[in-house]
């Protein structure tokens, strides 16, 4: 998974968006179960924080290039494609919480997801960064502090002012999130 999300841009150039949203989609989803190798002793911390890490690549190369840059949460069905639903919903799909209590993974792991999430919303693509900020107000709870910093730092940036954006980072830095 870390390969391919490392390198999606060309990998999955030939395959058309409802192909890419459909195989990326099993991969992470829960009921697919390839996300769960996540979990196995035999992975070492250090391939747990690359696969991590491989989000970003993952977003820039590929959802920030196919997706139509509309914001999900407030689309219409005939706006919104499967790859932009599966991008705005990424976090939710992928069957980690921002709680390592519930999972096996180390702590360090889900810093660098909130690293990664940071990332992803320097990424110039409204569909990109309202997943980020999405999945950053999922990790409220969990991470008040550090979601809250960081949502905090994308919203006087200036990023985000784009209708509807903006009001939904001030939200999710609260946990307030659709």
Known sequence: ????????????APYSDEVVSYGLDYIINEAGGCVHGL?????SQEQQIAWV???????RHVFAKRCAPVLGHTA????HSRLNTLCYMWWDIIPVSGYP???RLPTLWFEEALDTMHQILSIPHVACQESAIHGLGHWYYRHQHRVSRILNAYVLSGRGLRAGLHTYALNARKGRIL
């Not at 979990?39 to 992975?43: G, N, T």
């Not at 890490?53 to 977003?59: G, I």
């Not at 219409?76 to 706006?79: A, G, H, P, Q, S």
């Open 1 to 12: 998974m870390t390969h391919l999300f490392n390198h999606a841009g060309e990998l999955l």
């Open 39 to 43: 979990y196995h002793s035999s992975l």
């Open 53 to 59: 890490r491989s989000h970003y690549p993952l977003f």
């Open 76 to 79: 219409t069905m005939v706006e």
């Open 101 to 103: 209590e519930i999972t």
